[in-house]
């Protein structure tokens, strides 16, 4: 059998009597071994160019008694030729592809910085409308900030199912009245806050800093420049930088690096650390100087972008945003890092929580916020414990008017008609609740809402 390849040799010598079609058996003469070596050479080069090759590349220890073997899968759909990076790379990496076959040493991916990224929690709800001074309003984590006074600006905020492939929520905010004229101190941004605690290992202030990657999806009704700025709220240091969205209407990932900051360092305290903005619309004062692209000293002007595009001034305007992640380092992770929806609102309860309006899995409305204990006949010391230890001692709010939550005991049920808190902890909301006369004191207290929207918010956001 013709020996057309390295592959078809065989490793008994006396059946390789047919190089390339030349015969090359016992008695032959010297042309036909001369002819034989040069087919043979033909053959080593189309294996060194990758023409032809070997499903099994084996790779022996120095006295042959072991071996690495790199193999092809058993069926191979499409060509495929992997390019190896310069270098050895650094203690930890790993090689990962480009997705083009293209290898890069790269460090293991960093934690996700950013709460809730993916936008699948929304305890405050779903929608909310107008302009205020800004908060949180739906996503959890996220929150709007305005700058200067819109006189003519209402916008909606919602949840939306409308996501890149492997992503499933996004925040959307809709333009319903436009402001037609950007004041010079008016801004618009999308924006979270970071705990300092959260950011120690970026080691930021020091020869150590890490560089810190920026990534998320966006997709807005109009196309253009548009700004992100990071503020050390710790050091009053800043760093922008501008993306572009160049198709409306349509999905785009955007990928930003800022170089790590050697000179302001982060409080190791549970305060308000690192402040991540998406600006929307900025007036002159933000973007008339030149854009902070590495970390300084906070300056207005050099936040923004000059070519900023304003969303806020068109009416029915959008702009949508998901998969949002801030690693340390130079390089974003290619892919969302999913985490379950239950580790997810755990780490959103540590800044906000509701309770109250909740329907059985009957659909009959229950109510229970907390119980406690009556001190005399119309007064109870109302106690609930945390979810999980907030940040700080949570705000107690109310969300409905107090006549619409009731103090059940054993013996009566009386509508609530003044409420205070005492003494909120990490671990625990104390509830002061006067109420009708209702009991003898030292008997158990529940306190309930009498209707869904009669909830109870905790919160201790940044």
């Not at 991916?109 to 305890?123: C, D, E, H, K, R």
């Not at 002061?432 to 905790?458: E, F, H, I, K, M």
Request: proline share 3%.
């Amino acid at each position: 059998m013709s020996k057309d390849k390295l592959t078809d040799y065989d490793s008994s010598a006396s059946n390789n009597s047919d190089v390339g079609g030349v015969n090359t058996a016992e008695g032959m003469l010297p042309s036909k071994v001369n002819d034989a070596i040069r087919e043979l050479m033909s053959h080593l080069a189309d294996f060194s160019a990758g023409t032809t090759g070997v499903d099994v590349l084996n790779l022996q220890d120095d006295d042959n008694s072991a071996s690495i073997k790199i193999q092809a899968p058993s069926a191979v759909t499409t060509t495929t030729t992997f390019t190896l990076p310069d270098g050895d790379g650094s203690a930890g990496q790993a090689l990962l592809t480009d997705g083009a076959g293209a290898l890069a040493w790269q460090s293991p991916a960093s934690p996700n910085l950013i709460i809730n990224g993916n936008m699948a929690v929304a305890q405050r709800g779903t929608s909310s409308t107008g302009v205020s001074g800004g908060g949180y309003e739906t996503v959890d984590r996220f929150r709007t900030a305005y700058n200067g006074t819109p006189d003519e600006l209402r916008v909606t905020h919602a949840q939306v199912a409308d996501a890149p492939a492997g992503l499933t929520n996004s925040f959307k905010l809709t333009v319903t009245t436009p402001e037609t004229t950007l004041a010079v101190d008016e801004r618009v941004r999308f924006q979270q806050r970071i705990e300092a605690f959260n950011l120690q290992q970026l080691a930021f202030g020091t020869s150590s800093a890490s560089a810190i990657t920026l990534s998320f999806y966006v997709k807005s009704s109009i196309a253009g420049t548009y700004g992100v700025d990071l503020k050390n709220s710790d050091a009053g240091r800043s760093a922008a930088q501008s993306y572009t969205i160049s198709v409306a209407d349509t999905w785009e990932k955007k990928t930003l690096t800022f170089a790590g900051d050697t000179a302001g360092a982060f409080n190791n305290d549970n305060g308000e650390g690192l402040v991540v903005s998406w600006v929307l619309a900025a007036g002159t004062d933000y973007t008339s100087g030149t854009l902070a692209t590495a970390f300084e000293a906070t300056t207005n002007a050099n936040l923004a972008p000059s070519g900023q595009e304003n969303l806020i001034g068109t009416d029915t305007a959008t702009w949508q945003i998901t998969g949002v992640q801030l690693e340390a380092g130079s390089v974003a992770n290619p892919v969302f890092q999913h985490e379950s929806y239950a580790a997810t609102l755990q780490k959103c309860q540590r800044y906000f929580y509701r309770v109250g309006g909740e329907i059985d899995g009957l659909g009959n409305y229950t109510g229970g916020i907390a119980s406690g204990v009556m001190y005399g006949p119309t007064t109870a010391t109302i106690m609930r414990p945390n979810p999980v230890t907030m940040r700080d001692g949570p705000d107690v709010t109310f969300d409905d008017a107090v006549a619409n939550y009731t103090v059940m005991t054993s013996r009566t049920t009386n509508a609530v008609t003044a409420v205070g808190v005492n003494s909120s902890t990490v671990s625990t909301v104390r509830i002061n609740v006067t109420c009708g006369a209702t009991s003898n004191d030292g008997d158990g207290a529940l306190l309930r809402s009498s209707r869904a929207q009669s909830t109870v918010s905790v919160d201790a956001e940044l």
